[in-house]
């Protein structure tokens, strides 16, 4: 059976003839009784709201740090997810600038080389025209001395022919 402050105020006793309680005070106690039981059972309502209170707010604070570890969790996870694809474009790009460099490089030293072949294939141009103005120019010499000769010029003209005589070495080291 439920005890209630009703069930307690309406509580009867059986009547004795003989002795027993004075109806007024086992009435009067009862009410008293039924009053703090009452108050009792208000104060136990109001305690069990407020904890259902906490307890819904317990469980909305658990929701709330669930969902602050689990946003906490993405964002380690994202920041980790980036800095490795960081790591991973710098690699990329660290091999990237190092090809690139090599590539320079090997044209640079390609291109010298051509540089390099075309100096020499100029020089040897040069020998070979030196030469041939030379062997021209002696031959030319030669053809003038011949012709010199044959003709049976003076002394006079031969001398000033041989002061005309065109020397070889001022000509090639002028057009050198």
Do not use: W
């Not at 929701?63 to 602050?68: A, D, H, M, N, R």
């Amino acid at each position: 059976m439920k005890i209630t402050p009703l069930s307690i105020k309406r509580q009867e006793f059986k009547k004795r003839n003989i002795g027993g309680y004075d109806p007024d005070e086992v009435n009067t106690f009862l009410e008293i009784i039924a009053n703090e039981f009452d108050q009792l059972q208000k104060q136990n309502e109001e305690l069990t709201a407020k904890v259902t209170q906490m307890q819904k707010k317990l469980q909305d604070y658990q929701q709330i740090e669930k969902s602050l570890q689990q946003t906490l969790l993405a964002a380690q996870e994202t920041s980790t997810r980036a800095m490795e694809a960081s790591k991973r474009q710098a690699v990329l790009l660290i091999k990237e600038a190092e090809l690139k460099a090599k590539q320079i490089i090997e044209k640079a030293e390609e291109e010298a080389k051509a540089i390099q072949n075309s100096v020499l294939e100029l020089e040897e141009r040069k020998r070979t025209l030196i030469t041939r103005l030379r062997s021209i120019i002696n031959a030319q010499i030669q053809l003038l001395n011949i012709l010199t000769e044959n003709n049976k010029t003076s002394q006079k003209e031969n001398q000033e022919e041989k002061n005309k005589s065109v020397d070889v070495e001022s000509i090639i080291n002028r057009i050198v």
